[in-house]
């Protein structure tokens, strides 16, 4: 059972279609998509294939129209049964992976006024990550800068896997705008397919490509910490979200004994890698990709070395788990409190400010 007040760090809000993000366009880049005929396709990311059975569970279903894509939907099946105090929102659209830059910029700004009209307006619950076009840094931190005034927007969201590695200085510009704002960088599973999700290469299947989303977690982890993004931006934190969770105490253990050993080729990392990871990174709890017990919940908080680290998420309309078993029963009530609350609060500092 989930208490009250618990705050949802990863429901999806699906753009029904391009068509719909128009009047939220400027002019000029509505004109441009509909002279390209642009809004007869919708940009439905691979990552997330809308007829896989994982992307939508059966019960969330609606009769018409994508999961996720209308808001009576996500307050009969999320807000109103679980009632939480908030839920935010996160977009993953192919406005995040197109090549042109500045269209990539224009729909990204489609979709946050579209989430702000449509969704964040009409129900106070809800709170949303900026979307940004995660190959212009300089771009991204523009739409971030224009938003930020607006509180409701409580993070940047990112995909783990992109063009470059996430840490690379390159990326900088977006992690100083964020860090002066106190937006969290969410990084959700996806990539932009500039690269095989897998290392190894092009996989044939949506089963590799899911199941690799928590590898590209891993990657985008180890070069925020190598390059020193965590020093660089000090009170800069990052959500992990829908990677999985149990990859992380293997790759903390693998990261430190390696750093030992090779440590004078990044200086800047001056503490144990993992605990940097404890204090700075957080991960939403669905999938939980480890039997759905108590046990085994409380065996992997003690692998992380910590209690803070783990975010209650329901990940609506994923199909992660049936009825209202999101987390295991029988947890300790003050570790159900810190997860579902003020693990969240302690996370997303503008969830605590008053709003417009
Ligand atoms: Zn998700």
Same mark, same amino acid.
């Given at each position: 059972?989930?208490? =009250? #007040? $618990? &705050?949802?760090?990863?429901v999806h809000v699906t753009v029904p279609s391009v068509r719909d993000l128009l009047p939220y366009m400027e002019p000029y880049w509505r004109e441009h998509v509909e002279r390209r005929g642009l809004e007869r396709e919708n940009f439905d990311t691979s990552a997330y294939p809308p007829g896989a059975a994982i992307n939508a569970r059966p019960d969330w279903k609606p009769e018409k129209g994508p999961a996720g894509g209308s808001l009576p939907a996500l307050q009969q099946h999320i807000l109103d049964p679980l009632a939480p105090e908030f839920a935010i929102c996160n977009v993953i659209h192919g406005a995040q992976m197109?090549?042109?830059?500045?269209?990539?910029? +224009?729909?990204?700004?489609?979709?946050?006024?579209?989430?702000? $009209?449509?969704?964040?307006?009409?129900?106070?619950?809800?709170?949303?990550? &900026?979307?940004? =076009?995660?190959?212009?840094?300089?771009? $991204?931190?523009?739409?971030?800068?224009?938003?930020? #005034?607006?509180?409701?927007?409580?993070?940047?969201?990112?995909?783990?896997?992109?063009?470059? =590695?996430?840490?690379?200085?390159?990326?900088?510009?977006?992690?100083?705008?964020? %860090?002066?704002?106190?937006?969290?960088?969410?990084?959700?599973?996806?990539?932009?397919?500039?690269?095989?999700?897998?290392?190894?290469?092009? #996989?044939?299947?949506?089963?590799?490509?899911?199941?690799?989303?928590?590898?590209?977690?891993?990657? +985008?982890?180890?070069?925020?910490?190598?390059?020193?993004?965590?020093?660089?931006?000090?009170?800069?934190?990052?959500?992990?979200?829908?990677?999985?969770?149990?990859?992380?105490?293997?790759?903390?253990?693998?990261?430190?004994?390696?750093?030992?050993?090779?440590? +004078?080729?990044?200086?800047?990392?001056?503490?144990?890698? +993992?605990? &940097?990871?404890? %204090?700075?990174?957080?991960?939403?709890?669905?999938?939980?990709?480890?039997?759905?017990?108590?046990?085994?919940?409380?065996?992997?908080?003690?692998?992380?070395?910590?209690? %803070?680290?783990?975010?209650?998420?329901?990940?609506?309309?994923?199909?992660?788990?049936?009825?209202?078993?999101?987390?295991?029963? #029988?947890?300790?009530?003050?570790?159900?409190?810190?997860?579902?609350?003020?693990?969240?609060? $302690?996370?997303?500092?503008?969830?605590?400010? %008053?709003?417009?």
């Open positions: 059972m989930i208490p =009250p #007040g $618990a &705050i949802d760090c990863d197109i090549f042109s830059e500045d269209l990539s910029l +224009a729909l990204c700004r489609g979709i946050n006024n579209w989430l702000a $009209a449509e969704w964040l307006d009409r129900d106070p619950r809800l709170r949303a990550s &900026i979307v940004v =076009p995660p190959h212009s840094p300089d771009l $991204a931190a523009e739409e971030v800068e224009r938003l930020a #005034g607006d509180k409701r927007f409580v993070q940047v969201l990112l995909l783990a896997m992109a063009e470059v =590695p996430l840490g690379r200085r390159f990326m900088w510009p977006l992690y100083r705008v964020a %860090e002066k704002h106190g937006l969290p960088i969410g990084v959700h599973a996806g990539s932009s397919f500039r690269h095989p999700p897998s290392a190894g290469g092009w #996989g044939s299947l949506y089963l590799e490509d899911y199941v690799s989303f928590a590898q590209g977690h891993a990657g +985008a982890l180890n070069s925020l910490l190598a390059e020193g993004v965590f020093q660089k931006f000090p009170d800069l934190r990052v959500v992990l979200i829908e990677s999985g969770v149990t990859w992380l105490p293997a790759s903390m253990w693998r990261f430190n004994k390696t750093w030992r050993g090779v440590r +004078a080729e990044v200086p800047w990392l001056n503490r144990l890698p +993992a605990d &940097i990871v404890r %204090e700075r990174v957080r991960l939403t709890a669905q999938p939980f990709d480890a039997p759905p017990d108590a046990a085994s919940l409380l065996s992997i908080l003690d692998q992380f070395g910590s209690d %803070e680290m783990l975010l209650f998420a329901t990940d609506y309309p994923h199909w992660h788990y049936d009825e209202d078993e999101v987390l295991p029963a #029988g947890l300790p009530p003050d570790l159900l409190r810190k997860i579902t609350r003020d693990n969240p609060l $302690a996370t997303y500092p503008r969830l605590k400010q %008053e709003t417009p």
